[in-house]
């Protein structure tokens, strides 16, 4: 079988470790020939220690970034990996790390004390605890040699100081950039290109320091990521082409853009922009040249795609008015509440009319089919109105009693005058009916009505009541006239069983 087989002298015995959760990187030779994993914690050699670090790249890999990097690696200063790191060695580097906050804090206070113009960043101490970096950022010199004895005598390490840059520190502080993305420089980018205006104006941005800046406060550094890409496309776009003479006046070039090989031009008695080709560009160079001037620019009509609107969400939330809701509420309770009284007044008209037939032996005309009926609507509109008049003129009211009242009344009066007639005459048949009297039930009303006089009459029926006391005063009065020698004789018919 022809399987490739690994060669152990020609691989690499480099290997990357990380430091301070990627913050810094750093190559180590493996001597020992063991096999290591991305993530073990490795025990290296230290400054009169040790320390542990954590595998980031090993194999073949590792050449190409020492390459970059510019490391040889046959260099006596890479240090060894010892072994893997035991319990106690990780145990050590934990309480290490732990110091690390309340020594960079103290450490910051001191600087402050000696009014030095400069701003520690980060603290990295060895996993044996003997050695501890400080890495600050400062515009100017700074002279800490009073701030590292200072430091030796209070956190009893050696104190190593180091500068970093700007993009350096925001590198170790790290964050999120403004495409959603953790920072370039806390995760993979570790070498730092210097980043001008010039990159932006190539790439057709508006030259806004806000945007442009990033974290640090420098230029983005991704504003050279693109960059070369822009310039090879730039290539084939005419040279001192930023001003086009023509008849209406100088042309100024605003943009270009590559996707569609097109350059922009305003006018100076105009805001609008005039997209223009790059062979209509040459050819008014060409004419400019020749000292002759075209009368118009003769810009390209761009075509747009309809963009179809998607349907967004739209929170309602207190725009929407509850008075809609109520009236139509309302008007809901109005109708049934009509519907209800409509529907009352016809059961007792329909009573009514099976006990009163009309005379002649006809159907009532009241009783009509549903199609004849007029609708509820009106009913209940003319009640209302019916019903406001009488609240608005009680004094009609009073004076012009219902219909339905005063033909009780006169029925009343015409039964009282029967029952009278009946005396005189010595009728024993008393309390006849009259004649004219259409309903029987009005007839028997008008008995128990003579048959409780010493009854309290009831607020509906007062006028009645009073109707009656008036005619039955006027008839004992004939009574006496008539019959000198005669006692008063009462409305009730006297007893036979003596």
């Given at each position: 079988m022809n399987l490739p087989m690994s060669d152990e002298e020609s691989s690499c015995k480099i290997v990357e470790l990380s430091f301070k959760n990627g913050s810094r990187k750093d190559f180590f030779r493996n001597n020992s020939l063991q096999h290591f994993e991305k993530g073990e914690y490795v025990t290296i050699e230290g400054v009169s220690g040790f320390d542990v670090g954590e595998v980031s790249l090993t194999g073949e890999l590792v050449r190409v970034q020492m390459k970059k990097k510019g490391v040889k690696e046959?260099?006596?200063?890479?240090?060894?990996?010892l072994r893997r790191s035991s319990d106690r060695d990780i145990e050590l580097f934990k309480q290490s790390k732990a110091r690390e906050q309340q020594v960079l804090m103290r450490s910051r206070e001191i600087a402050r004390d000696l009014k030095l113009a400069m701003k520690l960043s980060e603290v990295e101490i060895q996993a044996d605890g003997k050695k501890a970096t400080f890495f600050y950022t400062?515009?100017?010199r700074v002279d800490f040699r009073e701030m590292i004895k200072a430091?030796?005598?209070?956190?009893?390490v050696k104190v190593e100081m180091r500068q970093i840059g700007i993009r350096q520190e925001a590198g170790k502080v790290g964050g999120i950039g403004s495409c959603g993305r953790e920072l370039c420089c806390s995760t993979w980018l570790t070498d730092f290109k210097s980043v001008n205006t010039t990159a932006a104006r190539y790439q057709n941005l508006s030259i806004n320091q806000t945007k442009l800046s990033g974290q640090c406060g420098r230029l983005k550094c991704c504003l050279n990521y693109e960059l070369d890409t822009y310039l090879d496309a730039l290539q084939h776009?005419?040279?001192n082409a930023d001003k086009l003479e023509i008849q209406r006046g100088r042309a100024t070039l605003v943009k270009k853009d590559i996707f569609k090989d097109l350059m922009w031009y305003t006018l100076p008695d105009s805001n609008k922009q005039y997209p223009l080709t790059l062979k209509r560009v040459q050819e008014i160079l060409r004419l400019n040249s020749e000292g002759q001037r075209p009368e118009n620019l003769e810009a390209v009509e761009l075509v747009g795609k309809i963009q179809e609107i998607e349907p967004s969400f739209v929170d309602v939330v207190g725009q929407i008015s509850l008075r809609s809701l109520e009236r139509s509420d309302k008007k809901r309770k109005n109708k049934s509440r009509n519907e209800r009284t409509d529907r009352?007044?016809?059961g007792k008209s329909a009573g009514t009319m099976g006990q009163q037939p009309h005379e002649g032996g006809q159907d009532?005309?009241?009783?009509?089919?549903?199609?004849?009926?007029?609708d509820r609507s009106e009913q209940s509109r003319s009640n209302r109105n019916n019903r406001n008049n009488k609240l608005n003129n009680p004094s009609q009211n009073?004076?012009?009693?219902p219909q339905k009242d005063r033909d009780r009344t006169a029925n009343g009066q015409s039964a009282r005058k029967g029952s009278n007639a009946g005396q005189k005459g010595g009728n024993p048949n008393r309390g006849a009916q009259p004649k004219g009297i259409?309903?029987?039930?009005?007839?028997?009303?008008?008995?128990?009505?003579?048959?409780?006089?010493?009854r309290k009459p009831k607020p509906g029926k007062e006028r009645e009541n009073r109707n009656g006391q008036g005619n039955r005063g006027e008839n004992k009065g004939r009574n006496h006239q008539g019959n000198d020698h005669k006692p008063p004789t009462s409305d009730i018919s006297p007893s036979t069983d003596h």
């Open positions: 046959f260099s006596p200063d890479i240090k060894k990996i400062a515009d100017e430091y030796a005598s209070e956190f009893k776009f005419p040279n009352n007044r016809g009532n005309p009241r009783i009509k089919s549903r199609s004849e009926r007029p009073v004076q012009g009693a259409n309903d029987a039930a009005e007839q028997r009303q008008g008995q128990q009505r003579t048959a409780s006089q010493g």
